[in-house]
T-cell receptor, first 111, second 118 residues
Framework: TQLLEQSPQFLSIQEGENLTVYCNSS?????LQWYRQEPGEGPVLLVT?????EVKKLKRLTFQFGDARKDSSLHITAAQPGDTGLYLC???????????FGEGTQLTVNP | EAQVTQNPRYLITVTGKKLTVTCSQN?????MSWYRQDPGLGLRQIYY???????DKGDVPEGYKVSRKEKRNFPLILESPSPNQTSLYFC?????????????????FGPGTRLTVT
């Protein structure tokens, strides 16, 4: 069983649509990160959220950390083909020092 | 240029033939780790290191060894590779240890090593 469960696993949408990806757990995290990975490359950090209820925006991407710090979401507005990639959430449990990754959401944005 | 390098990028080998995948970072990072990535399973941590000579097991350490004799290098050793170790491997480093207050633990990943064991 994954500590961090992401949904959906696969998402294929048309350019211009909005979408939300979820990252859920039964554990409490001191912080959560979102990474994006393109084929043939390693993941690259998009954002870190550390406070329950925190919302961060990165252009068309909005990240939210749940009030109880057990979940997070990534919302993309007006998706573009350049948003295509594997989105991974990762978290550090409270009192922990290890980073655990979810299984990822493969997003395809069709022109 | 700040980066994490891994070598080789691609490797095909046979069962039982010892191999080493090298990892080096030039950012003076404290924390380094190895992950394997398999379809549907995401990134699973194999081993991590909080500092020189300090290493610990991650989620899937069986069949792997690591060492951290210098701050910049963190090689992954497969003493007797088996087909179930066929995977995409990533080395990563961060300035600070994840979870420590006030520390940046953004993971910088290498380009990956695709290993096939026949």
């Amino acid at each position: 069983t994954q500590l961090l469960e992401q949904s959906p696993q696969f998402l294929s949408i048309q350019e211009g649509e909005n979408l939300t990806v979820y990252c859920n757990s039964s554990s409490v995290f001191s912080s959560l990160q979102w990474y994006r990975q393109e084929p043939g490359e390693g993941p690259v950090l998009l954002v870190t959220v550390v406070t329950g209820g925190e919302v961060k925006k990165l252009k068309r991407l909005t990240f939210q950390f749940g009030d109880a710090r057990k979940d997070s979401s990534l919302h993309i507005t007006a998706a573009q083909p350049g948003d295509t990639g594997l989105y991974l959430c990762a978290g550090v449990k409270t009192s922990g020092s290890r980073l655990t990754f979810g299984e990822g959401t493969q997003l395809t944005v069709n022109p | 240029e700040a980066q994490v390098t891994q070598n080789p990028r691609y490797l095909i080998t046979v069962t039982g033939k010892k191999l080493t995948v090298t990892c080096s970072q030039n950012m003076n990072h404290e924390y380094m780790s190895w992950y394997r990535q398999d379809p549907g399973l995401g990134l699973r941590q194999i081993y991590y290191s909080m500092n020189v000579e300090v290493t610990d097991k991650g989620d899937v350490p069986e069949g792997y060894k690591v060492s951290r004799k210098e701050k910049r290098n963190f090689p992954l050793i497969l003493e007797s590779p088996s087909p179930n170790q066929t995977s995409l491997y990533f080395c990563a480093s961060s300035l600070r240890i994840p979870g420590l207050a006030g520390g940046s633990y953004e993971q910088y990943f290498g380009p990956g090593t695709r290993l096939t064991v026949t």
